[in-house]
């Protein structure tokens, strides 16, 4: 889906305090910028923050960064930021296939929420649950290592399913029709038009 351009999207989310300019400078660190050791969670193509946002005001023991690529998005997520004063939620504009250079044995979860499914087999490498993101993936685990994905795309469901597997993680529940008590945007329109959420949660010793 094309991203409808806001002007001047890069000074209004740069200008936010929950903006990380410098998220290189925190790679096996972050637990110094939010002052604990509590864990911390991530969700990798945030996208207007919803679903991070609402997690964050739920959990206050728990850390969150949201990533996204784009900073149009970022721009109404700094804006429900507004006056709400969170200190256990961090935003990061950046690409995550590169995600390795940010973190290092610290994170706890990873949130994969409507990840863009790359249809075409020779954009497989760009799928969010392939096998090289997941390689990248082990590296940021602190312990444990949690993997929770929703997606209206049915294919993706299918191919994350054997991708999980293949690369060691334990399939602990899937759903066809997963109804959540926190959703993001888009899950929120493709509920309204009848559309199956399809959920997985797995985990890696």
Avoid at 6 to 29: F, H, M, R, T, W
Avoid at 97 to 126: A, G, M, Q, V
Avoid at 129 to 157: A, V
Avoid at 158 to 186: A, Q, R
Wanted: hydrophobic share 30%; net charge positive.
């Amino acid at each position: 889906m094309r991203l409808k351009h806001i002007k001047n999207a890069d000074i209004i989310i740069n200008s936010s305090n929950y903006l990380v300019k410098n998220p290189k400078e925190y790679k096996g660190n972050w637990s110094k910028l939010f002052n604990n050791e509590n864990p911390i969670e991530i969700e990798i193509g945030t996208g207007k923050g919803k679903f991070i946002i609402e997690n964050a005001i739920k959990n206050p023991n728990v850390n969150y960064i949201g990533i996204e690529k784009y900073d149009t998005p970022l721009v109404n997520a700094v804006k429900m930021l507004d006056n709400l004063g969170l200190n256990n939620l961090k935003l990061i504009c950046f690409d995550a296939s590169n995600i390795d250079e940010i973190f290092d044995s610290e994170i706890d979860k990873i949130y994969l929420n409507f990840s863009d499914p790359w249809p075409k087999k020779r954009h497989e490498k760009r799928r969010l649950s392939s096998s090289l993101f997941l390689s990248k993936y082990d590296k940021l685990f602190k312990g444990e290592k949690r993997i929770q994905m929703k997606t209206d795309n049915d294919d993706l469901y299918e191919y994350s399913l054997i991708s999980f597997e293949e690369n060691g993680y334990e399939i602990v529940k899937t759903d066809t029709n997963y109804k959540d008590t926190i959703t993001t945007e888009y899950e929120d329109k493709f509920i309204k038009k009848g559309k199956n959420i399809n959920y997985i949660y797995v985990v890696k010793k």
